[in-house]
């Protein structure tokens, strides 16, 4: 992200640190999945989609699953070392948050979402720090917000197939399925909150004026973000996002058309 909203993608030097770095967080969080899934071994045995994963289901043995865990992490901090040592210690504090989360975080209410939005923020900082390009605080804040309402299509969607369970609570979660309401408008909040953000940067930050020579043609960016956050939602309600608002957008041509549009219309903006 900061090589793209810096426009130095043509830069092949920064390109190459910023796969590495890539690599070395794809690593890292691989890791950290396997030591969630053994910590949720349980749990996810209970439930009627997770049960199917590899170590829920007993295809991965838990042993092979620790054994492949600590190889990842040894690693994704093998290679950030020898790298950055900024980003080393960006890739330790993210590596340190997730493992609370997966121990104790993900079930306090509120604050597991909190923590997921951080989380996805922490990689754009990690980008920052593999490339040595600075993160506007602009593009900070809106990831926050951004990342909070995806975080909480994901709590909704799995409190929504609770719901069609007849199940009260979501099992190794703080959330009941009558929470869905609430979660819901906070989750629509948050992300019309990133396009405010957005909305601001435009009009009062001195950046977008040098990295732009047509600044206001960067409004028609804001119809297409909360054109996507609100057919996301809609969606989530409908029960077509399925549990991970990502890999639902992965897979989603809309969305698709909509990165496109907006990519489109930053380059003429230049």
């Known amino acids: 992200m900061p090589v793209v909203t810096a426009h130095r993608v043509a830069d ?11 690599v070395s967080f794809c690593l890292c969080t691989s890791g950290v999945y396997l030591i969630n899934d053994l910590v949720d071994l349980e749990v996810d045995r209970a439930h009627p989609k997770k049960r199917h994963r590899p170590l829920a289901s007993g295809a991965l043995s838990t042993a092979y ?42 079930r306090v209410v509120l604050v597991d979402v909190l923590c997921l939005a951080a989380l996805y923020t922490l990689r754009i900082i990690a980008g920052g720090q593999s490339t040595g390009l600075p993160v ?13 309402s995806l975080a909480l299509v994901k709590r909704v969607s799995e409190l929504r197939l609770n719901s069609e369970l007849q199940e009260r609570s979501l ?26 953000v957005f909305a601001l940067y435009i009009q009062l930050s001195d ?50 058309l909509v990165g496109g549009l907006a990519m489109l219309t930053m380059f003429l903006a230049r």
């Open 12 to 22: 092949v030097s920064l390109d190459i640190r910023a796969i590495l770095g890539f």
């Open 65 to 106: 699953a620790l054994s492949a865990a600590v190889v990842l992490l040894a690693a994704a901090f093998a290679i950030a070392v020898a790298f950055s040592v900024d980003f080393a210690i960006v890739l330790a504090v993210y590596f340190v948050l997730t493992t609370l989360y997966s121990f104790w975080l993900k």
């Open 136 to 148: 506007s605080t602009w593009l900070l804040a809106l990831s926050m917000f951004a990342f909070l």
């Open 171 to 196: 099992l190794g979660r703080g959330y009941q399925v009558s929470d869905q309401t609430m979660l819901s408008e906070a989750g629509i909040a948050a992300g019309y909150a990133s396009v405010l």
């Open 207 to 256: 950046e977008v004026r040098i990295l732009y020579s047509h600044p206001s043609m960067l409004w028609f960016v804001c119809p297409l973000i909360l054109y996507w956050i609100t057919r996301m939602w809609l969606l989530t309600h409908r029960g077509v996002v399925d549990e991970d608002p990502v890999l639902f957008a992965i897979g989603d041509r809309a969305s698709y």
